[in-house]
């Protein structure tokens, strides 16, 4: 049973840092079922591959097995069968033991390019369909998988018996490599329709676990679910539920981000916001900062990956989206909305809060920063924001970006009258926005700059301002 992961791009001779294994050595992992061999094929800078081979020994999982074989009716079956060459949940369990980092997504020299999508080819021998390539394809199609498979008939001298069940199976995407391992992970003891130990709410939890950000909107949910707990009712229903749960969250705190995100890609808005906001604080030489709103953590990871910070922290009012964050930046501790925050080993302390409320974690920081935040408040909320920000924690410098709504006339997707996200309360227009932060600086003993983001435009300014205020 092979499992083989090609990286086809400039530096891929980095697969092994990203698979925590040397490309110059044979790694041999002894497991339950036998031992998994890691090698590599080939290396060089435009294409390497790493080979996941497992030696299952059949005669060994019969002497550990509870049962034993005179419980079967056919002993010689539990000996003879494709347990060694057909991938199975053996296969996932040497995928998280062995390409455990991998697969949750950590490399210690190549974090950046963890991160990132890359060009990857994976190749399964051999996979088992009962029911032919089309549910195969159904399965990794969705995902965004170019599907290759290669079968062959059950016997060439006796072509009646029609088309063997098993396939070579190869797929290509441009993804993440942690991503590929979950889909493997969770898909390929789905295709064999059984597992080779006893299932319980543990499995639920590690299949949301792997499936999350993709398993819910799969179309084929129900019965990769179903598959994969061994057709349990009890577990299927609570893994059903919770994902039911997951897709509506996604569904309300996502989808207009989504679609504003679509408005705004021709210009790639998000990452100059974001450079925007890291020149502002590099330039007044902040070393503590906390972002205000942080969401999921996009701006927390970019200032995390600058030494010039000391410690960054991140707030938002949203448990689901610090949980997310927790993993997203691998906090040692599992965030819970009523702890007052978690410290990872990174120096990033998260924690739930609104900006609305006086809170003392806020203070003590040189710089705050506020990225698209404003305009999701109740206009009426705007003087409790300004209290709580500039009145009681103080920092230094704080940072706020918004939409500048005089731009929406040119997205071409956006109907008139529109604003860019579905949760947004409203948008300044150009003097508004500094008619706004004029004002606060008065009242609270700052000065405030502007700055404009993005493609500028003679009649409309550019799509986001940003107001930088130091005392």
């Known amino acids: 049973m092979n499992l083989t992961i090609t990286m086809k791009q400039a530096g891929a001779g980095d697969l092994g840092y990203l698979l925590h294994k040397n490309p110059a050595n044979l790694q041999t992992f002894p497991m339950s079922f036998g031992a998994a061999h890691v090698f590599y094929s080939e290396v060089g800078d435009a294409r390497t591959t790493a080979v996941l081979m497992l030696d299952v020994d059949p005669i060994a999982l019969i002497r550990k097995s509870k049962s034993g074989a005179e419980t079967s009716g056919f002993t010689l079956s539990q000996y003879v069968n494709d347990r060694p060459y057909c991938a199975s949940s053996f ?69 009646e018996w029609g088309e063997s069940p098993y396939y070579k199976l190869k797929l290509r995407a441009t993804t993440r490599l942690s991503d590929l391992l979950s889909h493997l992970y969770v898909l390929i003891p789905v295709l064999d329709n059984d597992k080779h130990y006893s299932i319980d709410k543990a499995e639920v939890e590690k299949l949301l676990r792997h499936g999350e950000g993709w398993l819910a909107a799969h179309p084929l949910k129900e019965v990769i679910v179903s598959r994969y707990l061994r057709h349990s009712r009890r577990l299927t229903r609570s893994a059903l539920e919770q994902l039911a749960e997951e897709a509506v969250d996604v569904e309300e705190e996502e989808v207009a981000a989504g679609e504003e995100e679509k408005l705004e890609e021709r210009i790639s808005l998000n990452t100059l916001r974001q450079q925007a906001v890291l020149d502002a604080l590099k330039k007044c030489g902040a070393r503590k900062v906390i972002d205000l709103g942080c969401g999921e953590g996009k701006l927390l990871k970019i200032l995390l990956e600058d030494k010039g910070f000391e410690h960054v922290s991140g707030m938002d009012v949203s448990s689901r989206a610090l949980s997310r964050l927790a993993k997203r930046l691998r906090l040692d501790e599992t965030l819970q909305p009523s702890v007052p925050g978690r410290t990872s080993r990174t120096g990033c302390t998260v924690f739930q809060g609104s900006l609305t409320y006086r809170d003392d974690r806020l203070q003590g920081y040189d710089a705050a920063t506020c990225v698209e935040v404003i305009e999701h408040l109740d206009k009426d909320r705007l003087e409790a924001f300004a209290r709580v920000v500039f009145a009681e924690a103080k920092p230094g410098v704080v940072v706020v970006t918004t939409p500048n709504i005089e731009y929406n006339v040119r997205f071409e997707k956006l109907p008139a009258g529109k604003l860019r996200h579905s949760d947004h309360r409203f948008e300044f227009t150009r003097q508004e926005f500094k008619d706004w932060c004029e004002s606060i600086a008065l009242q609270h003993g700052y000065q405030v700059g502007f700055h404009p983001i993005g493609e500028l435009d003679n009649e409309v300014g550019a799509p986001t301002q940003m107001g930088v205020f130091t005392r």
């Open 91 to 159: 296969l996932s369990v040497a995928i998280a033991q062995v390409f455990g980092s991998a697969l949750a997504g950590r490399s210690r020299e190549r974090q950046e390019l963890a991160d990132q999508a890359i060009c990857l080819e994976a190749t399964v021998s051999v996979v088992w369909s009962h029911s032919g390539p089309a549910f195969i394809e159904s399965l990794f199609t969705p995902l965004g998988y170019d599907v290759e498979l290669s079968g062959a008939p059950l016997d060439a001298k006796f072509p």
